[in-house]
């Protein structure tokens, strides 16, 4: 099993940070498609109280339950304080979305044991995992 497998196998549940809910939105249909992969999403949202059927959060670490995996669709300025907190709640995964770049914060979060990807998308690197899984 390589990386990216292993991390589909072992990610139940996955914070998506700037889940949006507007359907044409990536961030949105990347998240309706991991949730019919049947990974429970937790939408992280402060400007929402609801996405996808899954209550919103304002921040990761107002989520009550462990999240396995942190998906972010926010631009690459904004993704240390995430992953501080990402690293806070123990999340095992940190994930940048396409275009998202930040080494500073994946160097945090690796120094903190935690798996990055950085400059993917979670639906093309799931689709072609799938077979395998």
Request: a negative charge; proline letters at 4%.
């Given at each position: 099993m390589n990386e990216?497998?292993?991390i589909f196998a072992e990610s139940k549940t996955i914070a998506v940070v700037g889940l949006s809910s507007n359907p044409a939105r990536p961030s949105y249909s990347v998240a309706?498609?991991?949730?019919?992969?049947?990974?429970?999403?937790i939408p992280v949202n402060p400007n929402e109280k609801e996405i996808l059927g899954e209550i919103c959060y304002p921040?990761?670490?107002?989520?009550?339950?462990?999240?396995?995996?942190?998906?972010?669709f926010r631009r690459s300025e904004e993704v240390t304080?995430?992953?501080e907190q990402a690293i806070k709640i123990k999340a095992k995964v940190v994930w940048m979305q396409e275009g998202i770049i930040n080494e500073d914060a994946a160097k945090k979060a690796?120094?903190?044991?935690?798996?990055?990807?950085?400059?993917?998308?979670?639906?093309?690197?799931h689709c072609k995992c799938k077979p395998n899984l």
């Open positions: 990216m497998e292993k309706r498609y991991l949730q019919s992969q049947g990974y429970k999403i921040d990761l670490v107002s989520i009550p339950q462990a999240v396995d995996c942190v998906d972010i304080p995430i992953v690796t120094d903190a044991g935690l798996t990055v990807v950085m400059d993917k998308c979670m639906y093309k690197e």
